[in-house]
């Protein structure tokens, strides 16, 4: 039987690579990107609020959701998704109409002119990474991808619960 911790291993861990301390560097990493992230979202043609775009983005996922399901997808009441749709509609990006079958229920759609803005803040955005990642050696890439995948998979099996208070 190996003994992965013995004095002979090469993977050992070293105090550096402990959970604890992964999480520090990845929580720098994190705010490195959400830095990346917001930049490349400001230089689109039209400067618009992070919470601007995730509702844009929530909308595009779920065509003619309703206000109460955009409201409970970005955890914000009822009256702030109101204006904040307002606001989205009066720039064009986004559409009230009737529900077909509930006289009393708005759908939201994206407009061609909110779809437009979406792909110009994707595509920033991808240049942003791109030129990131371009400065990483091709090894480092393919270590960064696969710790991500290891990330997302041990991520997804978690109980439900660790999820929910990780996120709040």
């Known amino acids: 039987m190996t003994d992965l911790g013995g004095p002979g291993d090469h993977r050992a861990r070293s105090p550096g690579d402990g959970p604890e301390a992964v999480a520090s560097q990845i929580a720098d990493a994190v705010e490195s990107l959400t830095a990346l992230w ?3 979202a400001q230089e689109a043609f039209l400067r618009l ?3 601007q775009l995730r509702a844009l983005r929530t ?3 779920a065509p003619g959701l309703n206000l109460t399901a955009l409201a409970d997808g970005l955890d914000i009441g ?3 998704a109101s204006r904040l749709c307002d606001r989205l509609a ?4 986004l559409e009230r109409a009737p529900h077909p079958d509930t006289r009393r229920e708005v759908q939201l759609w994206l407009t061609q002119h909110g779809q437009h803005v ?3 803040v994707a595509d ?3 240049q942003a990474l791109t030129a990131a990642l371009s400065a990483m050696q091709p090894a480092e890439r393919a270590a960064l991808s696969r710790g991500l995948r290891a990330f997302l998979t041990a991520r997804n099996t978690q109980s439900p619960d660790a999820h929910g208070s990780a996120d709040r």
């Open 59 to 61: 909308v595009q996922a």
């Open 78 to 80: 009822l009256p702030t």
């Open 90 to 93: 009066a720039a064009g990006l």
């Open 49 to 51: 609020s992070l919470h």
């Open 124 to 126: 920033r955005r991808t």
């Open 38 to 40: 917001s930049v490349a």
């Open 118 to 120: 979406l792909c110009d």
